[in-house]
């Protein structure tokens, strides 16, 4: 995660608590290759300090520098300084990452890096306990573990970064610790009890963690638990070190065993206030609702809220609004602070249902009559302004606490309101109510999932949800984590005891049923939602059903225009409408989303009342809005390449992208937005189809996100069989198909379905036919069949300077390259490449010199290759395609073993690891685990070294690749035990 400060945050901030990352401005900042990153880490960890060039070398090379080390350090400076100081002039001295005598150093503010802000954070947490203060200290403490995303120094090489990520991991445990003895200081025994366990397994020789686990185990009542904590440790200690326990853990161990009562912290003692009232004077009205006796979570909100009613001094009345979904708990939430805070309002509290959100809501007169009759009015008056009149004058000596609950608008609660300070008002509604002067809003959200978790479990039992805990948080995640929905759930389990926790959450999965499951006698959620859904305008109704129509995380503003057939200021207007009923939320300015049980019932409302044609034109209009933008894009990162003409041309002119770095944040941005369309016109009428597919085919060009594999394969199967006899539309689908089957390693299907392709597109001339034919190529070569490649390449090349393609041109003879190599003609596949590579660069085509330098460095094969797929894999990443990231640095990793850099190849390889296990790519991992599995045996690591082999011989045998080979003969040359059977 990115560390969390104060705001204002710094413009240019740092991380190096987890992956090395920076941001200028809010934007996460390209920082080049783990070298580079290597020298930016060293200079950022020495706080402003000069770092001399001999120590930055020694740092990232240690005692075997290249021989041009000092020119590539010059380089990363200059990149460095081009990454954090963007607009600097050229020739204009950098002001940041500044020379100083022989060396550099980085002037950045103290909080722009995370570790400053770490040892800041435990700093300050060391003198809140000092002071007595713990429960800050102990969030202080939270706050600062927060800020680790993982390991520190994640994939920066070079002694100084190891030597670096051994101290910060050292100091991440000794804060832990702190705030585990902190936890256990105020009484969080129980819930630091999995903190610790996890702790101790991770170092289980440190006796502190073992220590601390005893105490929080035998505060909850675990006794046994806590000795058998020591009895493991001290022959673990034995056995690994031959000492026995140090005297905290054993002086723990006795006073344990002796019962200490110092080791149980005393109950507070809580006095009840007690206030002698009059005899003779009538009882202080008490309308308050009971408080609910499970009441869950929101403790900072619940702290929030009684502060500011407390606080009700001054010269204006305090007045705090709640606002939020149905469902969301603000009823509930406002009962229990009123209850919570009640003894501070002596003179009594008031309370109605101002009914808000129903068909009928209660008339300001009539409330004011009722409350004027609980303060002891016998006659009231009979205009609304008469009687909000006597009754501020009533309140004006007095100091009360007035719920208005279910509050349409603030027109409807203004005369509610006293004239003076003194008393406080706590209202709630679906819509924020901001047209009362000064009023603290504050708007209600979902429980957290722990939250939510902890309502389910006060319900249904403790002991059910820890036999299913999965299962549980699937349940309370199906909820949206919405306490209605929360309350329903567990409700109906806690009546059905045959009902297992699986049982129910297995009902709950299914979408088209879930609001059906979510009631209970007169409790729906369904009801609940319908009555902010009938508060709608037409024109708001109408846009709160055409928007739900695309499953996306959101939809932008741009999307939502398209939806409703609108322009964007309309749809801005309709949107935010939308927000301030509650009905909808925007967490960033211009982009909206649904609450996953509001999505549920607007689509429902679709099904029931919807018209089927506008829904059709709706999505077809964002379809053509994102066909024509994904075409600018692809414009914008490849200028000069040809793209397969759209079936049926779009309309709309798309969104302007005018730079590469600009298509791909929004191709970045808007995935799961298209992704959306595609499925939601693969299950629409047939004419919906086609735009879809065209963009499935753009997205591939592009470099598509090989993760999403089975929804695209879904949607192309379900085009498929719409198309009929189609011959063009099928081309297209299945060349989709085989693109999708490519990136995700079935190349056997990618053949059959590229073939089925070409079938349908005879002998035509047309950029989709070369693509297919380029396709089928590289399958055929990745499957070592280099003639049949070769065949295949040389027609592709043949179409592309029939249609004029020089970019293709460019790609197909560095692919051509890799067959010359694979069929003997070394030389030849060189000088193939290296013109590739030529074109590729006199074309400025920045993925397209990525692919071929990539192609390059394959075919050297050689420490010579090291350069050009160094320069590639910063390509990627410049490019944001991590698959071919994944691909180069691999590679990368071989040609390193070649000049025997064996611990480089070894980070390059396991980075490439990583990448093919996020993106499930296993022919990426084939690769990874074979490079990584030599470096390792160079290491002398021959047992990990071996399993890597036999790992990568699995996987190419299971996908029928020639690498399989090599890599055969390399298990067998370790002498050490049978080759494993290669995975099914």
């Given at each position: 995660m990115?560390?969390?400060?104060t705001?204002?945050a710094?413009?240019?901030r740092?991380q ?8 200028l401005?809010?934007?996460p900042l390209?920082l ?6 290597a ?12 770092v001399t ?8 090379w240690?005692?075997r520098?290249?021989?041009q ?5 010059r ?12 607009k600097?002039e050229?020739?204009a001295?950098?002001e ?6 022989d ?6 503010p103290?909080?722009a890096?995370d570790?400053?802000v ?8 060391a ?11 102990h ?6 573990l927060?800020l680790?995303?993982?390991?520190p120094?994640?994939?920066v090489p070079?002694?100084?970064a190891e ?6 991991a050292?100091?991440?445990i000794?804060?832990a610790e702190?705030r585990?003895?902190a ?5 969080l025994?129980a819930e ?13 020789l440190?006796?502190?963690?073992r220590?601390?686990?005893?105490l929080?185990?035998y505060?909850?009542?675990?006794q046994a638990?806590a ?5 493991d440790?001290?022959?673990?200690l034995i056995?690994?070190?031959?000492v ?6 054993s ?14 912290p ?6 009840a206030?007690v ?9 202080p009205p008490?309308?308050l609702?009971a408080?609910?006796s499970?009441?869950?979570?929101r403790?900072?909100?619940?702290s929030?809220l009684s502060?500011?009613?407390?606080n009700a001094?001054?010269q204006?009345v305090?007045?705090?609004s709640?606002?939020?979904?149905g469902?969301?708990?603000?009823t509930?939430?406002?009962?229990h ?6 003894a ?12 808000g959100?129903?068909?009928s ?21 009979d205009?609304?302004?008469q009687?909000?009149?006597l009754?501020r004058s009533?309140?004006?000596s007095?100091?009360?606490l007035i719920?208005?609950d ?5 027109e ?14 706590l209202a ?9 002067p ?6 209600v959200?979902?429980?957290?999932p ?7 479990s006060?319900i ?17 995640a199906?909820?949206?984590f919405l ?20 049982d129910?959450?297995?009902?709950l999965?299914?979408?088209r049923r879930r609001?059906?499951?979510l ?5 729906a959620?369904?009801?609940?939602i319908?009555?902010?859904?009938g508060?709608?305008?037409p ?5 709160f ?18 939806l409703?057939g ?10 935010e409408a939308?927000?301030e009923?509650n ?9 909206y ?6 999505r549920?019932y607007a689509?429902?409302?679709?099904e ?7 829904q059709r034109?709706?999505t ?5 809005l ?7 894009a692809?414009?914008a ?40 369309a ?5 299950d629409?009428?047939r004419e ?7 963009l499935l085919i753009?997205l591939?060009?592009l470099?598509a996100?090989?993760t999403?594999?089975?929804r695209?394969r879904?949607a ?11 011959c ?11 693109a999708?089957?490519?990136l995700?390693?079935?190349?056997q ?27 089928l190529?590289?399958?055929l070569?990745i ?10 390449f040389?027609?592709a ?15 197909l003879i560095?692919n051509i390259?890799?067959v010359q190599?694979?069929?003997?003609m ?15 660069r006199?074309?400025k ?9 990539y192609?390059l ?9 090291v ?9 990627y990443?410049?490019?944001q395609?991590?698959l071919?990231q ?5 590679r990368?990793?071989s ?9 480089e190849a070894a ?5 490439s690891?990583?990448?093919?296990q996020e993106?499930?790519?296993?022919y990426?991992?084939g690769?990874?685990?074979?490079a990584l599995?030599?470096a ?7 047992a990990?070294?071996?399993?890597c082999?036999q790992e990568?011989h ?6 029928g690749?020639?690498?399989?080979s ?7 040359q370790?002498?050490?035990?049978p080759?494993s059977?290669p995975a099914p």
């Open positions: 990115e560390f969390r400060e705001p204002p710094p413009a240019l740092f190096v608590l987890g992956p090395v990352q920076a941001w401005d809010g934007k390209a080049g290759s783990p070298q580079q990153q020298v930016l880490t060293t200079l950022l960890l020495h706080a402003g300090r000069p060039t001999q120590d930055l070398v020694d740092g990232l240690g005692d520098p290249p021989a080390a000092i020119a590539a350090l380089t990363y400076v200059s990149r460095l300084r081009s990454v954090i100081e963007p600097r050229v020739r001295p950098a940041l990452l500044v020379s100083v005598a060396g550099y150093a980085l002037h950045i103290r909080d890096l570790v400053t770490f040892e800041k954070l435990a700093a300050e947490a003198t809140a306990r000092a002071a007595g203060e713990v429960q800050d200290a969030e202080l403490l939270l706050q600062a927060g680790f995303s993982g390991r120094l994640t994939g070079g002694p100084y030597a670096q990520r051994l101290r910060l050292e100091r991440q000794a804060v702190e585990c003895t936890a256990l200081d105020i009484g025994h630091v009890v999995g903190e610790l366990n996890s702790l101790t397994a991770e170092h289980p440190r006796e502190r963690l220590e601390l686990l005893m929080a185990l505060r909850c009542g675990r638990e000795l058998g904590v020591y009895t440790t001290r022959k673990l056995d690994e070190l031959g026995e326990p140090g005297t905290g853990l002086t723990m161990h006795s006073r344990i065993l002796a019962a200490d009562p110092a080791l149980t005393a109950a507070a003692a809580a006095a206030p206030r002698e009232d009059s005899p003779v004077a009538p009882p008490a309308q609702p408080d609910v499970d009441f869950s979570g403790e900072e909100l619940v929030e502060s500011a009613l407390m001094t001054g204006a305090v007045v705090t709640l606002a939020g979904i469902g969301v708990g603000k509930t939430l406002a009962v602070v009123a209850h919570r805070v009640r501070e309002f002596p003179d009594g509290q008031l309370y109605v249902d101002l009914r959100a129903g068909a809501p209660a008339d300001p007169a009539v409330v004011l009559g009722d409350f004027l009759h609980v303060l002891g009015v016998t006659e009231n008056p205009s609304l302004e009687r909000a009149a009754y009533l309140l004006a007095r100091r009360m719920l208005l279910n509050a349409q608008d603030a409807q609660i203004r005369p509610l309101i006293p004239g003076v300070s003194g008393c406080a008002v709630t509604s679906r819509g924020r109510l901001a047209g009362i000064g009023a603290h809003l504050v708007d959200e979902e429980l957290t722990q939250e939510a978790l902890a309502l389910f006060a249904v039992g403790e002991q059910r949800v820890a036999a299913e805990p999965e299962a549980s948080m699937a349940v309370v199906a909820c949206g306490p209605l929905a929360v309350r329903i759930a567990a409700a109906r389990l806690a009546s059905r005891p045959r009902w297992s926790v699986s129910l959450a297995r009902r999965a299914d979408q609001l059906d499951e009631q209970l006698g007169n409790l959620v369904e009801t609940t319908g009555l902010g859904y508060q709608l305008s024109a708001e109704a109408r846009a059903r055409l928007l739900s129509l695309i499953d996306s995380p959101d939809i932008p503003l741009a999307a939502a225009a398209a409703l609108v322009d964007e200021l309309t749809a801005e207007d309709l949107a939308l927000v009923a009905m909808l939320e925007c967490f960033t300015p211009g982009r989303r649904y609450h996953d049980l509001l549920l689509q429902r409302q679709n029931r009342t919807g018209d089927a044609e506008e034109l709706a077809l209009r964002l379809l053509d994102l066909l024509a933008t994904v075409y600018n692809a414009r990162i490849e200028p000069d390449d040809q793209f397969p003409d759209p079936l049926n041309p779009p309309a709309s002119t798309g969104l302007a992208l005018a730079t590469s770095e600009a298509a791909r944040d929004w191709l970045r941005a808007e995935n799961a937005l298209i992704l959306g595609v499925e939601a016109a693969t629409g009428p919906l189809r086609y735009p879809a597919v065209d753009l591939n060009s470099g996100d090989p999403h594999g089975p695209v879904r192309l199967e379900i085009a498929g069989q719409s198309a009929g006899d189609d063009e539309a099928l081309a297209r689908v299945h060349f989709a198909i085989g999708l089957q490519g995700t390693s079935d190349f299907g990618a053949e059959h379905s590229l073939r089925r392709s070409l079938e349908f597109q005879a002998t035509a001339d047309t950029v989709l036919r070369s693509a297919a034919t380029n396709m190529g590289i399958i070569s499957g070592n069949r280099p003639a049949e490649a070769l065949a295949f040389e027609q090349l043949a179409i592309s300077r029939v249609v004029g393609a020089p970019i293709g041109e460019a790609r560095s390259a890799r190599q694979r069929l003997g070394t030389e030849t596949a060189v000088q193939s490449a290296t013109d590739a590579v030529a074109a590729a006199t074309s085509n920045g993925p397209c010199l990525a692919d071929t330098l192609q460095g394959v075919v050297l094969s050689s420490g010579a290759a350069a050009h797929l160094r320069e590639a894999h910063e390509l990443q410049s490019q395609n991590p071919w994944g691909y180069t640095l691999a990368l990793s040609s390193l073993l070649s000049a025997g850099q064996h611990a980070e390059s390889a396991e980075e690891l990583a990448i093919g993106l499930d790519s296993a990426c991992q690769l990874a685990n074979a599995g030599e390792l045996l160079g290491l002398a690591q021959p990990r070294g071996l399993a082999l990568a699995a996987i190419f045998t299971r996908l690749v020639p690498e399989a090599p890599v055969a003969d390399l298990i067998s370790q002498h050490t035990e080759l059977p």
